[in-house]
T-cell receptor
Framework: GESVGLHLPTLSVQEGDNSIINCAYS??????FIWYKQESGKGPQFIID?????DKRQGQRVTVLLNKTVKHLSLQIAATQPGDSAVYFC?????????????FGEGTQLTVNP | NAGVMQNPRHLVRRRGQEARLRCSPM?????VYWYRQLPEEGLKFMVY????????ESGMPKERFSAEFPKEGPSILRIQQVVRGDSAAYFC??????????????FGPGTRLTVL
């Protein structure tokens, strides 16, 4: 039979606009969260992380917001550039400092139009 | 400081053959994780290893798959008697496990396995 691949959620923005990518995580015991960027044919690249005792963290052009009440994570990218086009994954982990698996979300395909 | 290295980048095998995927962690990292990614899906955890020890293999299929991280040399993910369903991208990540610091995992470029 024919296999059908999953279709990633997509977000299309104009260059220079701000982008917001959302993620719902599943495990209320998770206490460490990471956003990764994955370009076609490459491995996931670390963008920014946040611990569960924080609700906001800023990096260069990126901000991560964490709402533990509703188990929601978002990534904001300011002044989005064509080079930001990629699939973005959130990942959650139980045990911030201990070795344990990452559980990945489904990913969002971000397309930046020039 | 070189990142996580994986080889080969692309691997083609026929059904029934063996596939060996190698991962060299970042310098100073002694913890290795393997993940599998199917097209347009997120990464799924397979196994977590420290030097000479398997810590968590709960994500690895019980048959045909094995992993090791010897005292010397890279970590190896081995798939015996490959089937078409094994076709995927396999990613390795490493972390430093610094005392008191977050266990941030850094990924390699992946090995894309195609089973004919």
């Amino acid at each position: 039979g024919e296999s059908v691949g999953l279709h990633l959620p997509t977000l299309s923005v104009q260059e220079g606009d701000n982008s917001i990518i959302n993620c719902a995580y599943s495990n209320s015991a998770s206490d460490y969260f990471i956003w990764y960027k994955q370009e076609s044919g490459k491995g996931p690249q670390f963008i920014i992380d946040i611990r569960s005792n924080m609700d906001k963290r800023q990096g260069q052009r990126v901000t991560v917001l964490l709402n533990k009440t509703v188990k929601h994570l978002s990534l904001q990218i300011a002044a989005t550039q064509p080079g930001d086009s990629a699939v973005y994954f959130c990942a959650e982990k139980v045990g911030e400092t201990s070795g344990s698996r990452l559980t990945f979300g489904e990913g969002t395909q971000l397309t930046v139009n020039p | 400081n070189a990142g996580v290295m994986q080889n080969p980048r692309h691997l083609v095998r026929r059904r029934g053959q063996e596939a060996r995927l190698r991962c060299s962690p970042m310098k100073g990292h002694s913890h290795v994780y393997w993940y599998r990614q199917l097209p347009e899906e997120g990464l799924k955890f397979m196994v977590y290893l420290q030097k000479e020890n398997i810590i968590d293999e709960s994500g690895m299929p019980k048959e045909r798959f094995s992993a090791e991280f010897p005292k010397e040399g890279p970590s190896i993910l081995r798939i015996q008697q490959v089937v078409r369903g094994d076709s995927a991208a396999y990613f390795c990540a490493s972390s430093p496990r610094l005392a008191g610091g977050p266990d941030t995992q850094y990924f390699g470029p992946g090995t894309r396995l195609t089973v004919l």
